[in-house]
């Protein structure tokens, strides 16, 4: 299939398909190992990878979600065969009918191999991520950043991006022997309707040596 967004040199993007969950794992399982080196509380739980599966074989032909792979073509990259190099995930998110305003597109993924830092990969997931979310009648696109990385932040401003609000957290000291009660919005039977979403974390990127960051004088970053 030719690729259906512009794309850097040897690079080609389409959506993942049926077969191509091994490709989406690798690079997430690598996306939120570095999301753990940034906070441990973000590492993946044992089963992550059954639950992706599950959410990634209801949704990835769905029309509310995006899930793009990068392949490199390029010879010089190592076996001659296309490898994944680069993850996007943007999906329809629907809030609380408490809000007036609850309909936005969520960039969930995003994620670069560290053979394609320095270069624009990232910064055309981002641009294929909003050129759908527009295409698909929404006037926003949101993610989840964290605190610490610099880079991101950097490299998301540059793509049009600004805070709008603020995640904080205080360190406590749990009561002896006390067990968390179950969260409300769970269903009876112990699970959230919607899993995935569930997880602010799930979505933050990494893009550490950052697209263009190196090469360009607007010093634009990763997540």
Excluded at 54 to 69: E, I, S, V
Excluded at 74 to 86: I, R, T
Excluded at 172 to 196: F, K, M, N, V
Aim: some cysteine.
């Amino acid at each position: 299939m030719p690729p259906i967004f512009p794309t850097p040199a040897a690079i080609s993007l389409r959506p993942a398909s049926a077969t191509e969950f091994w490709a989406v794992a690798r690079l997430f399982a690598a996306l939120h190992a570095f999301n753990a080196g940034l906070d441990p509380r973000f590492r993946l739980a044992d089963s992550w990878e059954p639950l992706l599966r599950a959410h990634f074989d209801r949704t990835h032909q769905a029309p509310g979600a995006l899930w793009l792979l990068a392949w490199c073509s390029d010879p010089a990259a190592g076996s001659g065969q296309a490898e994944p190099v680069g993850l996007l995930l943007v999906e329809a998110h629907t809030d609380s009918p408490l809000f007036a305003d609850r309909r936005w597109a969520e960039l969930v993924a995003l994620y670069v191999a560290p053979s394609q830092r320095g270069g624009d990969l990232g910064r055309t997931l981002v641009e294929a991520g909003t050129r759908w979310a527009t295409a698909h009648g929404f006037d926003r696109l949101q993610l989840y950043l964290t605190a610490t990385n610099t880079h991101a932040k950097r490299f998301y401003a540059r793509c049009g991006f600004a805070p709008v609000q603020e995640i904080w957290r205080a360190e406590l000291t749990p009561a002896p022997g006390a067990t968390p009660p179950p969260d409300p919005s769970y269903e009876a039977d112990g699970h959230a309707a919607h899993q995935i979403e569930l997880g602010h974390h799930h979505l933050a990127m990494e893009l550490s040596a950052c697209p263009d960051e190196e090469h360009t004088p607007d010093d634009p970053t990763n997540h």
